[in-house]
Nanobody
């Protein structure tokens, strides 16, 4: 069982930056893949980025490549999402997710554990 708590959302102007954090507890952190997803009003939850904690391999959605970076601090059992050059279309609730897997899944239903979400608002 894994508990996930996100933080770091907020309001930012277009072109600005935010860093989201997700603290994990309850299980062996480096046995998991960690993912970030987002959901805008009226839209389906979509994949943003994922990382395999043990070896650090990553995967990104095309819409965020070159702007977002996923990383971990294994000593703190925390995964981060550094978001730069934010755009109004990045506005959404951002969710952290975890799963025991060797594959960097992009489908939400491949992840068993979810945080409560943190709101990101990007003004134009």
């Amino acid at each position: 069982q894994v508990q996930l708590v996100e933080s770091g959302g907020g309001l930012v102007q277009a072109g600005g930056s935010l860093r989201l954090s997700c603290a994990a507890s309850g299980s062996t952190f480096n046995a998991y893949i960690m993912g970030w997803f987002r959901q805008a009003p009226g839209k389906e939850r979509e994949f943003v980025a994922a990382i395999r904690v043990f070896i650090g391999s990553t995967r990104y959605a095309d819409s965020v490549k070159g702007r977002f970076t996923i990383s971990t601090d294994n000593a703190k059992n925390t995964v981060y999402l550094q978001m730069n050059n934010l755009k109004p279309e990045d506005t959404a609730v951002y969710y952290c997710a975890a799963d025991r897997s060797l594959v960097l899944h992009s489908a939400p239903n491949s992840y068993h554990y979810w945080g409560q979400g943190t709101q990101v608002l990007v003004s134009s």
